[in-house]
């Protein structure tokens, strides 16, 4: 079996994924299942998926050389995937689109999202208010608390937010929340489930949807440079934008793929967000993977300066990578996250969202180990305008 | 035959049905609730659910979750729960308990060294609102080659082709999830719900429970008209919620009581 056949036709990457959610969303998910496996194979859907890419959210998105970042990191070059400067600022956008086509495609009007950091809030209501469609988008009251600016586009958009104050108040709340929204509502209402995660066929669709990013890589890279990078390097929560660049990469055995989760306060402090560094198989919000729990099976809080990162479970198909050993996994602390940040401001006046700055952070440490003439391609998953206040914050600074 | 299915066979030799009422474990406190579980059985519950405290309990509402996070900062977790029903049936060894939860906890304890331990504990059923029957292989084999009951649900949404395989995956009963929505949502349509067991009848020969909306003595009748069981969860957890301290006991029999006889009246 090859990876990229990946998953079967249940939903498992291996032992991960799969579909563990309670009979009253078995319906609504074998409905989505069929329709977009219709959609997949229908040229007139991918058609109009790759016109909105192109004219909505302004893809292909470029491949930059950032010359003065690698000089300072001394060793490799670094190349950067401009996923920030999409349509709403992030890679979120690819997902979102392909999900309200979906939608419209079988008759919703009512869309519903969780968020963590607020950009697949943001692209939800951004495609809802573009295709005409109502939106709800469930956030959790901390993340909405250091999100502001985010939660204000949402609502210019045409957007109700709703702040969720049960649990950890985080994204894993936000999402519990959408799916008993989803089971109530089930027959008028689309859950744009923002990460490569949930319950098949969302691991898989959004994949597919977000596999746009490497497939430019595959052909800028070498354009660019004449070949395929050594390394690919990107950020993981949920895992979207990693899985998207990786995925078209994995028969390309030569190019290492890199993930980096959110180290939070270190690995050995026990407060993070890195399930694949540090945390073992179970279940949670309908599929099988890799996940943060204590001895009882109770998933533990996570912790992380990047709310996008902020998720005690990760997208079934990284676990499968790992454990197949064609990806690895990493995790860099908030600290390491904040210095990279300021490199790729101050170096090549890119401000970088929290999230991708962790990717950022990895190709600091990995450069000076490889040669001057290796090549590392970070996927810079999403801009930084929106973590401005939590930046200020951090450095004590009042705005 | 198990428990369960010893109880809903008194039952119907008594022209009766089942009353069958939950708890969370460790909700309001972890010594109260094998008191709490007594006092079920002794104001007219049948079966007894128990519910396993869950960090993120995805299918339930409010009120459940509140119990479930009451539960937590109790300190409950799955190992405790089976003390507690083994702590239970030192006197009261005829009233089935069924555990209701999700599939961590379980998974994590491993689901052969959990079906062994909860059939040592006492435990007659298991109910993982989320392990479908498609990701169930494996699991419901284990329970009941451990002698335990694999409980699943129905919904409004279940497509007739889907309940001849939950039935076959199933032991002990059926459990009809009468509304869309999580656990505590409001109304209910009784001649809806009529209809739907008549389909699911058609596939499946176990005894069929009724749940969500229950709230009081004529909807315990009209629901007890048309099920085998009638089953009541957030309006009791509600109860327990809401008590007066020293009061929770005495509100809960009270409550219980008064769905008994409204299950009792519909066999009248």
Excluded at chain 1, 7 to 16: A, I, L, Q, T, V
Excluded at chain 2, 4 to 13: N, P, S, V, W
Excluded at chain 2, 92 to 104: I, K, S
Aim: negative net charge.
């Amino acid at each position: 079996m090859k990876l990229t056949d990946l998953p079967d036709s249940r939903g498992h990457f291996g032992p991960y994924g799969g579909i563990f959610v309670a009979e009253t969303l078995m319906a609504a998910l074998e409905e989505l299942r069929v329709e977009y496996e219709k959609a997949r194979n229908d040229p007139a859907f991918l058609a109009e998926f790759e016109y909105e890419l192109k004219h909505y959210v302004g893809r292909p998105s470029p491949v930059y050389h950032a010359k003065r970042l690698s000089e300072a990191y001394g060793g490799a070059q670094i190349y950067l995937k401009r996923e920030d400067l999409n349509h709403t600022g992030a890679h979120k956008i690819n997902n979102t689109i392909g999900q309200a086509l979906l939608a419209r495609r079988m008759g919703k009007k009512r869309v519903i999202a969780e968020t963590g950091a607020g950009q697949h809030g943001v692209a939800s209501a951004t495609v809802a208010a573009r295709y005409g469609m109502e939106c709800v988008v469930y956030m959790g009251a901390e993340d909405v608390a250091r999100q502001s600016p985010n939660v204000f586009r949402m609502k210019l958009l045409g957007a109700t937010v709703v702040p969720v104050s049960s649990g950890s108040k985080t994204l894993k709340d936000a999402l519990n929340e959408a799916m008993r929204d989803w089971v109530t509502n089930v027959e008028s209402t689309f859950y744009i489930l923002g990460t490569a995660a949930g319950p098949h066929p969302y691991p898989m669709l959004v994949r597919d949807f977000q596999c746009v990013i490497g497939r430019e890589c595959i052909v800028q890279m070498p354009e660019l440079t004449g070949r395929q990078p050594d390394c690919v390097v990107a950020c993981v929560g949920g895992g979207s934008n990693a899985i998207g660049i990786f995925h078209p990469y994995i028969p390309y055995e030569d190019v290492r793929l890199i993930g980096v989760e959110a180290g939070g306060s270190g690995i050995a402090s026990g407060k993070h967000a890195a399930p694949l560094s540090a945390g073992t198989p179970g279940v949670l919000h309908g599929f099988r993977s890799y996940l943060m729990q204590d001895d009882n099976g109770q998933i533990i809080e996570t912790h992380s300066v990047s709310a996008g990162l902020d998720y005690p479970g990760v997208g079934p198909e990284h676990s499968w990578l790992k454990d197949a050993g064609r990806a690895e996994y990493v995790a860099i602390d908030d600290d390491e996250a904040m210095a990279a940040f300021h490199d790729l401001c101050r170096y090549e006046g890119i401000i970088p969202a929290l999230e991708s700055s962790h990717a950022v952070a990895h190709a600091k440490k990995l450069a000076p180990t490889l040669g001057k003439d290796k090549i590392i391609l970070v996927n810079l998953s999403g801009r930084g305008d929106k973590d401005i206040n939590t930046v200020a914050k951090v450095a004590g600074i009042t705005l | 035959m198990s428990r369960i299915g010893e109880t809903f066979t008194a039952l119907k030799a008594q022209n009766k049905k089942a009353l069958i009422t939950f708890i969370t474990a460790g909700d309001p406190g972890k010594g109260l609730t094998v008191p709490m579980m007594h006092v079920l059985v002794e104001a007219g519950a049948d079966i007894i659910e128990l519910g396993v405290p869950f960090s993120d309990p995805m299918a339930d509402g409010p009120v459940i979750q509140r119990a479930s996070e009451r539960a937590l900062a109790n300190k409950v977790g799955l190992k405790d729960v089976l003390a507690m029903t083994a702590e239970f049936r030192k006197s009261n060894t005829t009233t089935p308990v069924v555990l209701m939860g999700y599939a961590n906890p379980v998974e994590h304890m491993g689901y052969e060294t959990f079906a062994k331990a909860a059939k040592a504990a006492g435990v007659d059923g298991v109910l993982t609102v989320d392990i479908p029957p498609e990701e169930s292989a494996g699991v419901s084999d284990v329970f009941k080659a451990h002698g335990i009951d694999p409980v699943f649900l129905l919904s409004p949404t279940t497509p007739e082709a889907r309940v001849e395989q939950v039935a076959a995956a199933a032991g002990g009963f059926i459990y009809y999830v009468s509304l869309k929505g999580v656990t505590g949502s409001a109304n209910l349509d009784t001649e809806e719900v009529a209809r739907k067991l008549e389909m699911v009848r058609r596939h499946c020969s176990l005894p069929v429970g009724v749940g969500f909306g229950i709230r009081d003595a004529a909807t315990a009748e009209a629901v007890a008209r048309i099920a085998d069981a009638v089953v009541v969860g957030s309006r009791i957890v509600n109860e327990i919620e809401t008590a007066p301290e020293g009061e929770c006991s005495n509100r809960v029999r009270h409550l219980v009581a008064e769905l008994r006889r409204g299950v009792d009246a519909a066999s009248k």
